[in-house]
């Protein structure tokens, strides 16, 4: 299933020449078990996290937080069944039991575990904007309005990381927030028109769990709080189109090279399995 993914993250990159900047902290030869927390600006974002971790060859031990529904996409959904992500039907009493239950398999693998969520529960439209802004007008530690980001939810995001903590199962945490260049796809049609970004920017905060708190409510000061910058720091992008200056250029360059050719690598065998079975 590995090279399958890197099949498409060289169509994205070679095929549909989408370019990626990674600014931040460093996640080359990363061999730690990470809990990533991601903004949602489009429904597609987690494609994009593909080309991300394909950069630092830790394709493999990515898995994703989803919504249930995608599983019915046709070609799409297969592929990300088989890569054992984690599919919630926002229905809490079956999702805790769910979660529960899938980083209890993570953890019988014996693998690195690098585990996606998005904490806003949905992609950012004018729709769910009004309705985040709103929602989080009532709760106890709403500070201000959000344009660039949604509100992220609380207990979900707490719950998991309870789950992972207590199943020794983290060792860090990845706040990373994505930014668009040019036109990007809102949902799957968009896909089929032909709708790509000409650059998807990354920018990588790294926490040590030994950092966080323990207390569910420090927990969710603490999530609010990476938001509070997540929006600082989105509205200074879409003003400049860049978070920060690059990490380090020469390492960004080589890592490129790097991947390039396992890329290339996995579109051939792909296409050699697809002829061989037509």
Known sequence: MGYFLLMITCLLEDLFNIKIVVTGD???????????ILNHRTRLDWMFVWMLHSRYKILKQLKIVLKAQLKRVPFLGWSIQHAGYLF???????????M????????SCETPLSLLIFPEGTNLNDETRIKSNNYASKQTNYNRPYYYCLHPHITGF????????????????????????GDFPITEFDLLKGVFPSVVHFHVKRYSINDLPQEDEKI??????????KENRLKKFYMTKQFDPLLNTFENRKIESNVRFQRRLAMILWTLFVLFWS
Request: net charge negative; aromatic share 10%; glycine share 4%.
């Open 220 to 229: 969710g000061e603490w999530l609010q709080n990476c938001w509070d910058e």
């Open 158 to 181: 707490t719950y998991l990381l309870n789950t992972m903590r207590s199943d020794d199962m983290i060792d860090n945490i990845d706040d990373v927030t994505i930014g668009y260049e």
């Open 26 to 36: 460093d996640l080359s030869n990363d061999k730690k078990r990470s809990l990533i």
């Open 88 to 98: 919630l039907e926002r229905i809490w009493t079956k999702d805790q039991q769910k």
């Open 100 to 107: 529960k239950s899938v980083i209890s398999y993570y953890k």
